[in-house]
Nanobody, 127 residues
Framework: QLQLVESGGGLVQPGGSLRLSCVASGIDFGYYAMGWFRQAPGKERERVSCISSADGHTYYPDSVKGRFTTSRDNAKNTVYLQMNSLKPEDTAVYYC????????????????????WGQGTQVAVSS
């Protein structure tokens, strides 16, 4: 059974950094694109990053580009999200998700391209 478990969230001051991790079990991790999404109170869930399986190609929306970096360690079944220069508007619950088999990350990816989700980890950016 596929399971995704996020960790690394917390409270950080504006301008600070956090590194989120997501460990997958129950899948052949190396074959799946992995995404990070976030949802703030009262807002829709939005894309944060995507990393493809085959070549590690990544996608970021403009809201986080240049500040966030996603990476993966297939030997550890883990995907990471390094978040730098955090802003109060980055406050949200962050979710990792496994893409449908064969997904390649691009600006066109959305929630419907991801079939399995973690429980989420809270990130709060505040002074």
């Amino acid at each position: 059974q596929l399971q995704l478990v996020e960790s690394g969230g917390g409270l950080v001051q504006p301008g600070g950094s956090l590194r989120l991790s997501c460990v997958a079990s129950g899948i052949d991790f190396g074959y799946y694109a992995m995404g990070w999404f976030r949802q703030a109170p009262g807002k829709e869930r939005e894309r944060v990053s995507c990393i493809s399986s085959a070549d590690g190609h990544t996608y970021y929306p403009d809201s986080v580009k240049g500040r966030f970096t996603t990476s993966r360690d297939n030997a550890k079944n883990t995907v990471y999200l390094q978040m730098n220069s955090l802003k109060p508007e980055d406050t949200a619950v962050y979710y990792c998700a496994a893409g449908h088999l064969g997904l390649y990350c691009s600006e066109d990816v959305s929630e419907v391209d991801f079939g399995s989700w973690g429980q989420g980890t809270q990130v709060a950016v505040s002074s």
